[in-house]
């Protein structure tokens, strides 16, 4: 039997998930030792971001390796198909003999679109398709006897809050993916390469977690927010609007409320961290670890409340920050002198992008880049290269935009015309703006010139007369918005 020895690829997939929050990193609190086992023997670059950080334009751009404005998609559209004539990631790998499979979180329009995979496995919160339909994990727990106790929990989707899950562990969203995912690797065609792409829904909220892994938190002393010297006089509207809906001004009178929150995000992380485990550890034992690259990425962060902020779709890197890590086969990178002289690594050198996936699992794949993508392969990074990959890396929601060298953020709100400039170098979680130093015009004037000719080329209103303006006027999406849906109680 001749078998096909192209590299296998796995890649994990965290939804709002914080680029800091892995103790590979130095984080005080969380535990991710699976986790720290791809960044910690590969490459983790410090410096990755979301272009538009928020789910479904992020998953669009991980998919087609086109970043928000060539997707036409600035802002999170439910209803909105991937761009047809858009080459996307699966369809090239399973036409080019690959066995593609996805498990988890899709967030694509419609429902069952397969993107290019042989199959997926959707799980999709608390929503129902566009027929009415249930995701397989809903019918995966009707067939449990356990779909209404789904969201017996009592916190609806994008709400803020910290509840115990009253599902069983081994029935829990995040262990149905890990499982899944192994599922697949036990019943895979062994003579083809295959790609698994592993979509976990949290640390999303609503933040519903375990016993057994709040259990490892829950007296632990927690890091708390912190609160920059912008934040009195520079609160984004966007931001407002959010503590109005959510009520979360109470919570600083609360004592424990943010703390608890705290733990529950790193709870719902470390329940992760076991299922890549376990199928790092499925790898092992089907014996293709030797042959399968891992990579992992987060689809946009979360602010977590510093600033008196929280959620997504701001420019600062709590929001726009993601992990982007790349593990290669042990026997790749001893076979290579460059990368076995370059890793592991942390990269703080390089801006890289979500966008960057795609052309990267091609490169791995032995297979072309299509003309025209957004996004760079990060495998000279593995070895050693000093390439600029993106000079700058503009990002956009709505009216709140944002762009990055990598050391430099400058952030720019369209609906007020508020600027701040952070130096990540000095200052990685953005305490201390400094768009009005002197010593620092000539790098807000070159972001600043650089966002405005992004927005001008891709012709956003924003860009008039060669500086940025406000106005009402926005980036012409020219899709429907979808509506927003509430909780639905699961039925047995």
């Not at 699966?90 to 899709?106: D, F, I, N, P, R």
């Not at 807000?444 to 010139?449: A, K, P, V, Y």
């Not at 303006?469 to 979808?482: A, Q």
Request: glycine fraction near 8%; include cysteine.
């Amino acid at each position: 039997m001749k078998h096909d020895s192209r590299p296998n690829i796995v890649v994990f997939c965290l939804d709002q998930i914080r680029q800091d929050w892995f103790s590979l990193h130095g984080h005080p609190l969380v535990r991710t030792p699976h986790i720290d086992s791809i960044g910690g023997a590969g490459i983790s670059f410090d410096r990755a971001v979301s272009q538009c950080p928020t789910c479904i334009p992020a998953r669009q751009s991980i998919m087609t390796g086109l970043d928000p404005w060539s997707i036409n998609m600035t802002r999170n559209i439910g209803d909105q198909p991937f761009p047809e004539d858009a080459p996307k990631l699966a369809e090239l790998l399973s036409g080019a003999g690959y066995q593609t499979h996805a498990v988890g979180k899709m967030h694509c329009y419609p429902t069952r679109d397969r993107l290019g995979f042989h199959e997926i496995e959707n799980e999709e919160e608390y929503r129902l398709d566009e027929n009415g339909k249930p995701h397989d994990y809903e019918q995966y727990l009707r067939d449990q006897g356990l779909s209404h106790r789904m969201t017996s929990h009592g916190v609806g989707p994008n709400q803020y809050g910290w509840r115990l899950d009253s599902i069983p562990e081994e029935h829990s969203p995040t262990h149905w993916v890990g499982d899944r995912a192994c599922r697949f690797l036990e019943r895979r065609d062994p003579t083809r390469p295959f790609f698994l792409y592993a979509s976990f829904r949290q640390p999303h909220p609503p933040f519903v977690v375990q016993p057994a892994f709040w259990e490892m938190y829950r007296d632990k002393e927690v890091p708390m927010p912190v609160y920059g010297d912008w934040c009195d006089e520079k609160q984004p509207i966007h931001w407002r609007t959010l503590h109005a809906k959510h009520r979360t001004h109470l919570w600083w009178d609360n004592p424990n409320e943010i703390p608890d929150n705290i733990r529950a995000y790193a709870a719902m992380i470390s329940h992760i961290d076991a299922m890549v485990g376990m199928v790092l550890g499925q790898l092992k034992e089907s014996q293709v670890n030797r042959n399968t690259w891992v990579l992992l990425i987060g689809d946009h962060g979360e602010m977590l409340f510093d600033h008196r902020g929280f959620a997504k779709a701001t420019p600062f890197r709590g929001s726009c920050g993601v992990p982007f890590m790349v593990r290669p086969p042990v026997t790749t990178a001893i076979q290579n002198p460059g990368m076995e002289a370059t890793l592991p690594l942390i990269d703080k050198q390089h801006a890289v992008s979500l966008t960057d996936l795609m052309p990267t699992v091609l490169d791995i794949a032995g297979l072309d880049v299509p003309e025209g993508l957004d996004g760079k392969s990060v495998l000279p990074c593995l070895e050693g290269s000093d390439e600029i990959l993106h000079d700058t890396l503009p990002n956009v929601f709505n009216d709140n935009y944002g762009i990055t060298d990598g050391r430099y953020n400058y952030c720019w709100f369209g609906d007020n015309g508020l600027e701040l400039l952070f130096d990540h170098d000095e200052d990685p979680r953005e305490q201390h703006d400094r768009v009005n130093e002197p010593a620092l015009q000539e790098v807000r004037t070159r972001l600043r010139t650089a966002l405005h000719d992004h927005l001008a080329k891709v012709g956003d209103p924003r860009a008039q007369g060669g500086d940025l303006v406000v106005t009402g006027e926005t980036f012409p999406v020219k899709h429907s918005r979808l509506k927003e849906k509430g909780m639905h109680r699961g039925r047995c």
